[in-house]
């Protein structure tokens, strides 16, 4: 299983900009999918971007396409959510999560992930 550790997260003000980083080791996979995923407090856990390993177009959530953008260093094993124009309703707990999978399609589904990070907070301020 890979290990994930997130990190970049912080204080902003509404506008400001702030990018995520996810360093993974361990054992890796061949194909997989890596993503971002965020829980505000007595909110459940929400999915943010999605990337396959094969490239392709990222899945972003509504709810953030525009602002934000999931790429991947497949050569660093490292994956980014550059966060721009944030707002207080972005304010989370900040994961990234891996899971292998057998084609072309990534899980929607938070509990389909097997490997996930410690979490990085991010919050903004109005």
């Known amino acids: 299983q890979v290990q994930l550790v997130e990190s970049g997260g912080g204080s902003v003000q509404a506008g400001g900009s702030l990018r995520l980083s996810c360093a993974a080791s361990?054992?890796?996979?061949?194909?997989?999918?890596m993503g971002w995923f965020r829980q505000a407090p007595g909110k459940e856990r929400e999915e943010v971007a999605v990337?396959?390993?094969?490239?392709?177009?990222?899945w972003i959530a509504n709810s953030v396409a525009g602002r934000f953008t999931i790429y991947k260093d497949t050569a660093k094993r490292t994956l980014y959510l550059q966060m721009d124009g944030l707002k207080p309703e972005d304010t989370a707990m900040y994961y990234c999560?891996?899971?292998?999978?057998?084609?072309?399609?990534?899980?929607?589904?938070?509990?389909?992930?097997?490997?996930w990070g410690q979490g990085t907070q991010v919050t903004v301020s109005s």
């Open positions: 361990g054992a890796g996979y061949s194909r997989y999918c």
């Open positions: 990337i396959h390993s094969a490239g392709g177009i990222p």
């Open positions: 999560a891996a899971v292998p999978v057998p084609g072309q399609g990534c899980p929607s589904d938070d509990f389909k992930y097997e490997s």
